[in-house]
């Protein structure tokens, strides 16, 4: 069966910083507010309102956040904040950054995209997948993964090996692209456990590689009855991580590869809580992968550009050699749970 990879990865995270204080204070936009922030703020409400919630309560949940008490709880002084990009907008630039070949200008083919977002509804997440087709110009119907946060990159990417496995003709590879940007009154803070960053991250899996990270193992676990994530979004309770489950996930995987945790060089940062990160290499036997310089606390907790982000900025300053190997994982705050292996192969890429 031949091999799949990730050959090419890309991210986009504003430059503008956003200190705790500053966003613990924000305040409702005027009356002219963009036509897309106001569908969002739609949304939004109509969700507050299925779950029992008005905005008034949530406007008490946001006079009530101490920055300093949140700062200390979450490991995070400031976020990554998107002024003029839309969601979708981010999507199809970092979608189009990682298939722009090096000194060329033309794309790089996909036959499809996958598009992961937890900001947006639903249908509004489809509808950044056909807007980033439709821009880019190229690949089948696109599909959306969403509302598993922290855990729906990994699902994409699931997919995507699944998809390229049943491909029979046009380009072997599709990209999966996520991105986050949360506006008013999308709230930041989440159980005074994260807080939440804006960001776009992208990769591009390929099927039949001979050079790039190859994917040896892909495992996702979701709750058959999910947390109500209002509960801590809005109501500002506890959201606490099965961390004993994530790490059996994890050395379940390990083993069933037939790898010891030693012979992981790369675990990639994953800022959805304060030293969860710690918590997961030691629990896992993995003190000796290297990790990089973790972003989340001057970035913020990305939710479903997390791993794509958190794994360029870590490729960006490896130096891995043939054979390696990288685990990734990732939550979400309803319970779901994924992790994945993979292999630094050092051969040539055909094309």
């Not at 309102?49 to 490991?75: F, K, P, Q």
């Not at 630039?93 to 992961?116: G, I, N, Y």
């Not at 049943?166 to 380009?171: C, H, I, R, V």
């Not at 794994?311 to 705050?333: K, N, Y």
Request: glycine letters at 10%; one cysteine or more.
């Amino acid at each position: 069966m031949p091999e799949i990879g990730i050959v090419a990865t890309a991210a986009y995270v504003p430059p503008v910083a956003w200190d705790v204080r500053s966003f613990a204070a924000e305040q409702a936009p005027d009356a002219r507010q963009a036509s897309g922030d106001r569908l969002l703020r739609a949304c939004f409400e109509e969700n507050l309102r299925s779950h029992g919630i008005d905005l008034e309560e949530l406007a008490a949940v946001r006079s009530g956040t101490d920055a300093t008490r949140l700062s200390a709880s979450t490991g995070i002084c400031a976020v990554a904040r998107e002024q003029c990009l839309e969601p979708s907008e981010m999507l199809a630039k970092v979608a189009r950054r990682v298939l722009q070949a090096e000194e060329a200008d033309q794309l790089a083919p996909v036959s499809t995209f996958l598009v992961c977002q937890s900001c947006l509804e639903g249908n509004l997440t489809v509808s950044g997948a056909c807007r980033v087709q439709a821009e880019l110009g190229q690949g089948r119907t696109p599909f959306a993964v969403g509302q598993l946060q922290g855990a729906s990159f990994l699902l994409a990417l699931s997919l995507a090996a699944d998809l390229l496995h049943l491909q029979e003709d046009g380009p072997g590879r599709i990209a999966i692209a996520a991105a986050e940007r949360w506006s008013w009154p999308y709230p930041r803070v989440v159980g005074q456990t994260t807080v939440l960053g804006d960001g776009a991250g992208a990769v591009v899996v390929e099927k039949g590689s001979s050079r790039g990270w190859m994917l040896r193992s892909v495992t996702v676990r979701t709750p058959e009855q999910p947390r109500d994530i209002y509960r801590h979004i809005v109501r500002g309770e506890p959201w606490e991580v099965d961390v004993e489950e994530l790490c059996g996930l994890i050395t379940g995987m390990l083993r069933e590869a037939g790898h010891a945790p030693g012979d992981i060089a790369y675990l990639v940062p994953h800022g959805a809580a304060r030293d969860l990160d710690r918590y997961v290499r030691e629990r896992c036997g993995l003190e000796h992968a290297w990790s990089g310089t973790s972003h989340a606390r001057t970035q913020g907790y990305l939710c479903s550009a997390e791993v794509p982000v958190r794994l360029h900025q870590l490729l960006e300053r490896a130096a891995p050699r043939d054979g390696d190997c990288l685990v990734v994982w990732g939550i979400g705050f309803g319970g779901a749970l994924a992790c994945a292996l993979l292999q630094f192969a050092a051969g040539g890429v055909p094309r």
